[in-house]
């Protein structure tokens, strides 16, 4: 259960941290290359434009949950994909 909750996860946040930069690259082009350069830029854009970038924070968030749900079902486990 632990290797399903962790991988979707991930994919929770990989498809939020691009939804992102959509929408970072959707106001302009510079605001996208400073979000895909500047990791730090991400944080400030979703606070000057949140109507457009909450969806994507939405989903990151709800990516996170699935990662530590993931880590508790663990157990604690450094490596929760090995198989026992």
């Known amino acids: 259960m632990a290797p399903l ?15 992102m930069l959509i ?29 457009e970038a909450k969806r994507a924070f939405v989903v990151q968030l709800l990516g996170v949950g699935f990662l530590l749900a993931g880590l508790i079902s663990a157990g604690g486990s450094p490596h929760p994909f090995r198989i026992r």
Do not use: K, Q
């Open 5 to 19: 909750l962790l991988l979707t996860g991930y994919v929770f946040v990989f498809v939020g941290g691009l939804m």
């Open 23 to 51: 929408a970072a690259f959707r106001e302009s082009v510079l605001w996208g290359l400073a979000c895909l350069f500047l990791p730090i830029v991400s944080l400030f854009f979703l606070i000057v434009h949140w109507s």
